[in-house]
């Protein structure tokens, strides 16, 4: 395992669009601070690459009853990645909005994204539901992210938060559904 703690400074793509054969080389990782854990996305599809998004398909991980693929998008610029989640007769169940810090290692392919945990929920009919925020405190008891990435996850939340209220949302959902 490698990126076993974090600061502030990320690293971030510049003039890169990826394609073609390249795609396999890309390497996607989720690291999750509860439990503490590293996975690499290994049998996540890759769509495609630019500087400040990655979007992807996939199938969950372990089988669950209420979702079973999705479509995402790592907005990197942003620090949000936006899911597209359905059930597995293909309905829509919400669209998953992770707070995320992305790590690039430089000059190779490998994207790791850290689950910042604060995570917003819009469902069909327009309700929206911010999960987690306790388990957000908790790694910041713990002293487990530096002040400056704690204080990029709030402004990501907040910011989404605010695009979301302002009707604004489809400026990331469009890019799913367009992708579809």
Same mark, same amino acid.
């Given at each position: 395992?490698?990126?076993?703690?974090?600061?502030?400074?990320?690293?971030?793509? +510049?003039? %890169?669009?990826?394609?073609?054969?390249?795609?396999?080389? $890309?390497?996607?990782?989720? &690291?999750?601070? !509860? /439990?503490?854990?590293?996975?690499e996305l290994?049998?996540?599809?890759?769509?495609?690459?630019?500087?400040?998004? $990655?979007?992807?398909?996939?199938?969950?991980?372990? /089988? &669950?009853?209420? !979702?079973? &693929?999705?479509?995402?998008?790592?907005?990197i610029d942003?620090? !949000?990645?936006?899911?597209?989640?359905?059930?597995?007769?293909?309905?829509?169940?919400?669209?998953?909005?992770? !707070?995320? @810090?992305?790590?690039?290692?430089?000059?190779?392919?490998?994207?790791?994204?850290?689950? %910042?945990?604060?995570?917003?929920?819009?469902?069909?009919?327009?309700?929206?539901?911010?999960?987690? $925020?306790?388990?957000? *405190?908790?790694?910041?008891? @713990?002293?487990?992210?530096?002040?400056?990435?704690? *204080?990029?996850?709030?402004?990501?939340?907040?910011? %989404?938060?605010?695009? $979301?209220? *302002?009707?604004?949302?489809? &400026?990331? +959902?469009?890019?799913?559904?367009? *992708?579809?």
């Open positions: 395992m490698f990126w076993l703690r974090f600061t502030a400074q990320m690293l971030t793509v +510049t003039n %890169l669009k990826i394609q073609g054969e390249n795609m396999d080389k $890309i390497q996607l990782f989720r &690291r999750r601070y !509860i /439990p503490d854990e590293i996975k290994k049998d996540d599809i890759v769509l495609s690459v630019t500087d400040d998004m $990655i979007l992807t398909k996939w199938n969950v991980l372990k /089988p &669950r009853k209420d !979702i079973a &693929r999705g479509v995402s998008a790592y907005f942003k620090g !949000i990645k936006v899911s597209k989640v359905y059930d597995s007769e293909d309905n829509l169940v919400y669209w998953y909005c992770d !707070i995320v @810090e992305t790590v690039h290692e430089k000059d190779s392919q490998k994207y790791v994204f850290n689950d %910042l945990l604060i995570d917003v929920l819009v469902y069909p009919d327009g309700f929206v539901k911010v999960v987690d $925020i306790d388990e957000f *405190a908790d790694i910041m008891d @713990e002293k487990r992210l530096d002040n400056a990435v704690i *204080a990029k996850a709030l402004r990501s939340a907040d910011a %989404l938060l605010k695009v $979301i209220y *302002a009707g604004q949302f489809e &400026r990331y +959902t469009k890019i799913i559904d367009d *992708a579809e």
